[in-house]
């Protein structure tokens, strides 16, 4: 008899591993955290999923919560103190173009009163204009980008706004059609979708008041400018990627645009983030010379 014993012992073994394994890869596609009522609403006994957490495999988060061990800390963050990632902090998580910002924004569910964070979130009261389900520890993006809207100043919101436009990650279209908040409302409205980054974001507004007409993303020599001011006037933003076989095409590109009767001004990054007054100084001078009129 002890060998009939010792086969159903291992296959009893076998075959909690193999419950454990469910558990676990429900909560991995689940995006790593998911609450213990959606794990037993898909058929996963306790004893499995204490098991799962036995073994080292999960861990609880606060009462309602499981996780993987390696789950990111500030969703795991969230779902202990019963939020949800949203504004600047849910936009950097979503890839879209965000200025650094070293507080975490949360929204504050309907049954939370004062949830225990640390010092320095944000926290956001606001009614969401998209119902939030309670398995979601991010907001929707519609969610984020109104809290972005309210939160943010109009530039920096403005980032945002295009990068979601840019991805498709929103329709503007759709957006319209949504009761948005006023603020929200103005930010729609002023976003542009031809911006192809964030750091072009922050160009239109900011020489909107020299009342010339500047066109982006537009086609000149067999290439896309970022920017024309008037009629011969280029100004170029360089990202992190102009370097190498990239920036020696667009110094080639530079010295086609000179042959056809243009003038370039091209600015990086820090130049357009922290020296913007000097880049405007440049702009300004080239309108004065008349570099943006044609010959």
């Not at 558990?23 to 991995?28: C, D, G, I, S, W």
Request: overall charge positive; some cysteine.
């Amino acid at each position: 008899m002890s060998p009939a014993i010792h086969h159903d012992g291992r296959m009893d073994e076998v075959s909690r591993r193999r419950r454990v394994d469910r558990v676990v890869t429900t909560v991995r596609d689940g995006g790593g955290i998911v609450r213990r009522r959606r794990l037993r609403d898909g058929g996963h006994a306790d004893r499995a999923i204490a098991e799962a957490v036995d073994r080292g495999r999960l861990v609880r988060v606060g009462r309602l919560w499981l996780a993987q061990p390696d789950t990111a800390k500030d969703l795991t963050d969230a779902a202990s103190a019963g939020v949800v990632l949203t504004c600047v902090t849910a936009a950097e998580r979503m890839g879209l173009w965000t200025f650094t910002d070293p507080h975490a924004h949360v929204a504050v569910r309907a049954h939370e009163h004062r949830p225990v964070m640390g010092r320095g979130t944000v926290m956001h009261w606001a009614r969401p204009l998209v119902p939030r389900h309670p398995d979601a520890l991010v907001d929707p993006i519609e969610n984020v980008l109104v809290t972005v809207a309210s939160c943010q100043p109009l530039e920096s919101a403005l980032t945002v706004w295009e990068s979601a436009i840019r991805t498709g990650r929103v329709d503007p279209m759709v957006l319209a059609r949504m009761p948005l908040p006023a603020a929200a409302r103005r930010v729609l409205e002023s976003a542009s979708p031809y911006s192809d980054s964030g750091l072009e974001t922050l160009i239109v507004p900011r020489l909107r008041w020299i009342g010339l007409r500047i066109r982006q993303q537009i086609w000149i020599a067999g290439h896309r400018v970022d920017f024309l001011i008037g009629d011969r006037l280029v100004l170029q933003i360089d990202g992190g990627h102009h370097v190498g076989a990239q920036r020696a095409e667009d110094i080639r590109h530079d010295a086609e645009l000179a042959l056809r009767g243009y003038h370039v001004i091209r600015v990086g990054y820090t130049q357009v983030v922290d020296d913007w007054p000097g880049v405007q100084d440049l702009i300004m001078r080239a309108v004065a010379q008349g570099l943006h009129r044609a010959a």
